[in-house]
């Protein structure tokens, strides 16, 4: 990683620029099924606080991840959804992996003994950069749901940690 690029805790302050990744995001049409961001107090809701993160080139966000409940079942309480966005001023840079792997730490540091993740299949670099994390295929959800009218298809990954809930 370059001198002028760092990876820490999201603060509110950061969601504008976080935001406007996940539109960027959005606006690919392979990386979620949400056709708009949501409100900054949706969002804050829906991630867990602990383990979201990040990467900065100077004072500019350029990428962020975060995890969100699968359930409120206390029997899921050590399994997390992963999110992971970076922005096209990031591609090419290694930032994914960086980010990705300091989510998984903080994760494991936090008790998370199973992330997870789906991804469209037309998304490979995803894929590619969460089996060089650890992550594993478990299978594929067909048509799962529509965007833009077509059903589409999900990737389901997961990552077993090595140190939690052994």
């Not at 370059?2 to 504008?16: H, S, Y």
């Not at 004072?59 to 995890?67: D, P, R, S, T, Y």
């Not at 399994?79 to 960086?98: D, N």
């Not at 469209?120 to 833009?148: T, W, Y």
């Amino acid at each position: 990683m370059t001198k002028n690029i760092v990876i820490n805790k999201m603060v509110k302050e950061d969601w504008a620029d976080v935001r406007d990744i996940f539109i960027e995001g959005i606006e690919t049409r392979n990386a979620t099924f949400e056709t708009e961001a949501p409100s900054w107090e949706i969002w804050d809701a829906g991630h867990f606080e602990e383990c979201r993160l990040v990467v900065r080139e100077g004072e500019k966000v350029i990428g962020w991840a975060a995890l969100s409940p699968i359930s409120d079942r206390s029997a899921h309480r050590g399994v997390a959804e992963v999110s992971i966005y970076l922005s096209s001023l990031s591609i090419g840079k290694g930032l994914g992996t960086e980010l990705l792997q300091k989510l998984v730490e903080c994760s494991e540091n936090k008790g998370f003994w199973t992330l997870q993740t789906s991804i469209f299949p037309e998304n490979q670099s995803s894929i590619r950069l969460h089996k060089k994390c650890g992550f594993a295929v478990v299978g594929v959800r067909k048509r799962l749901g529509m965007l833009d009218g077509e059903w589409r298809d999900v990737v389901i990954l997961e990552r077993r940690s090595k140190v939690v809930g052994l």
